[in-house]
C-alpha cells in the first residue's frame, strides 16, 4: 500500500479524423514540439509526428493524454529498447 504511483496495464489509442489523438495508459511524456511529441506508455514508447501538434490535455495521475493538430504518424518503439540508459544496446542491434 505504499504505491504512490498507479499502476496501467491497458494502453489505447483512439484517432479521429487524423486532427484528435486520445491515448491511455500514460506513464510520462519526454519530449514535445510543434512536430513530434514522444510518449512512454505502459506498452513503450510511442512517437507522434505531425504538424501544429498540442497537448491539449495532460493528466499522467490516470495516464490520459490528448493532442490536437494534423496527425502524420504514430510510431511504436519497443519498450526495452526505449529504457533511458540503454544507448549501448541501440548502438549494436
Known amino acids: 500500500m505504499n504505491d504512490s504511483k498507479v499502476e496501467f496495464k491497458n494502453q489505447n489509442i483512439y484517432l479521429e479524423d487524423r486532427k484528435k489523438l486520445s491515448i491511455t495508459g500514460v ?3 519526454e519530449s514535445f514540439n510543434d512536430n513530434t511529441i514522444v ?3 505502459v506498452r513503450g514508447g510511442v512517437t507522434i509526428k ?3 501538434l498540442n497537448i491539449s490535455k495532460l ?5 490520459n ?3 490536437d493538430g494534423e496527425i502524420n504518424g504514430i510510431i511504436y518503439n519497443n519498450k526495452s529498447s526505449n529504457s ?3 544507448i549501448l544496446g541501440k548502438m549494436f542491434k
Do not use: A, M
Open 27 to 29: 506513464e510520462q511524456v
Open 84 to 86: 533511458k540508459g540503454n
Open 65 to 67: 493524454v490528448k493532442i
Open 39 to 41: 510518449l512512454f506508455t
Open 59 to 63: 493528466n499522467l495521475d490516470d495516464g
Open 50 to 52: 505531425g504538424e501544429e
